[in-house]
């Protein structure tokens, strides 16, 4: 939740609350960013919580993905590797996987314990949608141009590939058993999948 700004010596602030949690996200800036000497929830924040809940991960147009106690608000630490704005995250189900892509048109695997670098998978557009399988053995990305891909997660081998005749896909989604793989975009349709497949099952 975003609380109502307050001011700080002529400055105007803001906190976001998760669980109760207070996490101070600085001060905001004419282009829409935040800016703090502390910790920080940076930019258009998109956030994640690890399967225990232990563990919420940010990300936004800093570039940057951070990691946060999700009991006390502290920062644990801070991933910058990306080379432009993180527009997802996810977590692996039941896992240590921490999930990320944005507009350098790549997905990047970490340890969300550690902050070690698993892997990167690079694409051909911008990448805005991601979401473990509920096995969490492999990851759906869609991308700007509609196009789902389902990667093994071990090896980073694509297993199916997706062309959705729709906009720019802005979220995916897995049920819980597995077997349906829904798709939304810009174009305001949804569209379910077999990820086993690739045939559209209905939208």
């Known amino acids: 939740m975003l609380w109502p700004s307050r001011q700080t010596g002529g400055q105007s602030r803001r906190q976001v609350s998760v669980r109760g949690i207070t996490f101070d996200s600085g001060t905001f800036l004419q282009d829409g960013c935040w800016s703090s000497s502390k910790d920080t929830l940076t930019g258009s924040v998109q956030s994640a919580f690890s399967a225990d809940g232990r563990v919420l991960a940010s990300a936004g147009s800093d570039w940057t ?111 819980p058993d597995g077997r349906t793989l829904a798709s939304a975009a810009l174009g305001r349709v949804i569209h379910l999948w077999d990820p086993m497949t690739a045939l559209e099952l209905r939208r």
Not at 70 to 85: F, I, P, S, Y
Not at 131 to 152: E, H, K, M, Q, Y
């Open 65 to 175: 993905i951070r990691t946060w106690n999700a009991a006390t608000g502290e920062q644990l630490r801070v991933l910058n590797v990306h080379g432009n704005t993180v527009r997802q995250i996810a977590f692996q189900p039941r896992g240590e996987v921490l999930a990320s892509a944005g507009n350098d048109m790549t997905v990047r695997l970490w340890n969300a314990g550690t902050g070690e670098a698993l892997a990167v998978w690079r694409g051909t557009t911008k990448i805005a949608a991601l979401a473990f399988a509920p096995d969490g053995l492999s990851l759906a990305s869609g991308d700007t141009n509609g196009v789902v891909l389902i990667r093994d997660l071990t090896t980073g081998d694509p297993i199916h590939t997706f062309h959705s005749d729709d906009a720019e896909l802005t979220c995916l989604a897995f049920a």
